[in-house]
């Protein structure tokens, strides 16, 4: 099994995969939440993911700090999947993707909104959460400071907040496409594509297979681009939520900490031996992964513990000295 460091609160995204769709008696990863990782003392060599990068705290950040350090360097490259020092921000990773030509749109922090050459309409939303915009598309700036003051009264922080200019991805049929693909180790797997006629395309209700999105898992056609951007964030694990624009690969953002698969309930019928086939190439990758590491070959027979040094926190040293009480 791979440990898995997540979110206490947020192991609802692989737990179906996890409980529903492995193989009997076969479980790839060991979920370690955060709030528990003062308590490691050692851990075992081998592969470590590292996911919900956007919400440790910086307590949090340490400890995983004082995990990859513990590695001698060359295996650290190759054992640690989302290396916490190495993972691009949202912010940092879109504005990359600016620059360097791939996205066709901007984002901008909402706290600097009076100094901004801004290409309307717009919207808003969190730095770090995947929850979608807090606005409806905002067509000229009087109409957005008013959104951004209505949103500090209602207990929003501007820091926490960013500006992203909408881009229309409609195809020829009046419909928007969002493709999402996962990336695990060295392999880039296909998840889904959610068609919507809105804006904003979520989770959309059970419906009967598209002859589209059957031939985009089968033919994973963006397989090269998207690992080339998945290197570009220094992750290798997580989920790339994206859309085209003009044939261009447009990306809306990569979450470390993605739901890989639903209970089979909320699937049509006709969608499970698809659904069937992503499950097989998540435990494939997963299985992958525990022999191969994010860049390399894990040395054969190496199964010596790691053992973590105290981490330069007070409260968090007294907090491992006191290790079994908390047990």
């Given at each position: 099994?791979?440990?898995?460091?997540?979110?206490?609160?947020?192991?609802?995204?692989?737990?179906?995969?996890?409980?529903?769709?492995?193989?009997?008696?076969?479980?790839?990863?060991?979920?370690?939440?955060?709030?528990?990782?003062?308590?490691?003392?050692?851990?075992?060599?081998?592969?470590?993911?590292?996911?919900?990068?956007?919400?440790?705290?910086?307590?949090?950040?340490?400890?995983?700090?004082?995990?990859?350090?513990?590695?001698?360097?060359?295996?650290?490259?190759?054992?640690?999947?989302?290396?916490?020092?190495?993972?691009?921000?949202?912010?940092?990773?879109l504005?990359?993707?600016?620059?360097?030509?791939?996205?066709?749109y901007?984002?901008?922090?909402?706290?600097?909104?009076p100094?901004?050459?801004?290409?309307?309409?717009?919207?808003?939303?969190?730095?770090?959460?995947?929850?979608?915009?807090?606005?409806?598309?905002?067509?000229?700036?009087?109409?957005?400071?008013?959104?951004?003051?209505?949103?500090?009264?209602?207990?929003?922080?501007?820091?926490?907040?960013?500006?992203?200019?909408?881009?229309?991805?409609?195809?020829?049929?009046?419909?928007?496409?969002?493709?999402?693909?996962?990336r695990?180790?060295?392999?880039?797997?296909?998840?889904?594509?959610?068609?919507?006629?809105?804006?904003?395309?979520?989770?959309?209700p059970?419906?009967?297979?598209?002859?589209?999105?059957?031939?985009?898992l089968?033919?994973?056609?963006?397989?090269?681009?998207?690992?080339?951007?998945?290197?570009?964030?220094?992750?290798?694990?997580?989920?790339?939520?994206?859309?085209l624009?003009?044939?261009?690969?447009?990306?809306?953002?990569?979450?470390?900490?993605?739901?890989?698969?639903?209970?089979?309930?909320?699937?049509?019928?006709?969608?499970?031996?698809?659904?069937?086939?992503?499950?097989?190439?998540?435990?494939?990758?997963?299985?992958?992964?525990?022999?191969?590491?994010?860049?390399?070959?894990?040395?054969?027979?190496?199964?010596?513990?790691?053992?973590?040094?105290?981490?330069?926190?007070?409260?968090?040293?007294?907090?491992?000295?006191?290790?079994?009480?908390?047990?």
């Open positions: 099994m791979i440990p898995l460091f997540i979110s206490r609160r947020h192991t609802y995204t692989v737990k179906p995969f996890l409980t529903i769709w492995c193989p009997s008696g076969t479980r790839p990863l060991q979920l370690i939440s955060y709030q528990s990782l003062y308590r490691i003392e050692s851990i075992r060599q081998g592969p470590l993911i590292f996911s919900d990068i956007d919400r440790l705290t910086p307590c949090q950040k340490e400890l995983a700090f004082s995990l990859c350090e513990a590695i001698d360097e060359p295996l650290c490259q190759s054992l640690v999947l989302n290396h916490p020092q190495a993972v691009m921000t949202r912010e940092r990773l504005a990359r993707l600016w620059k360097g030509g791939w996205n066709h901007r984002i901008h922090p909402c706290a600097a909104e100094d901004l050459p801004l290409r309307f309409p717009v919207f808003i939303r969190r730095i770090h959460d995947h929850n979608g915009p807090l606005t409806q598309l905002i067509h000229d700036r009087l109409e957005l400071r008013n959104r951004i003051h209505a949103l500090t009264l209602a207990g929003e922080q501007p820091n926490r907040l960013m500006i992203i200019e909408y881009l229309d991805t409609r195809g020829a049929d009046g419909l928007f496409r969002k493709y999402s693909t996962f695990i180790g060295n392999q880039i797997i296909p998840g889904h594509i959610i068609f919507s006629r809105h804006w904003v395309a979520k989770d959309s059970p419906e009967p297979v598209r002859e589209e999105e059957r031939q985009f089968h033919e994973n056609p963006h397989r090269e681009a998207l690992m080339t951007i998945f290197k570009e964030a220094c992750i290798e694990y997580g989920r790339i939520d994206y859309s624009h003009e044939g261009n690969i447009q990306v809306w953002e990569i979450n470390t900490n993605p739901i890989l698969i639903y209970e089979k309930y909320r699937y049509a019928k006709e969608m499970l031996p698809l659904k069937q086939l992503l499950a097989d190439r998540l435990n494939e990758a997963l299985s992958e992964a525990a022999k191969i590491g994010g860049n390399g070959l894990i040395p054969g027979g190496e199964v010596q513990p790691i053992r973590l040094p105290l981490p330069r926190s007070p409260l968090l040293r007294w907090q491992r000295r006191l290790r079994p009480v908390f047990l």
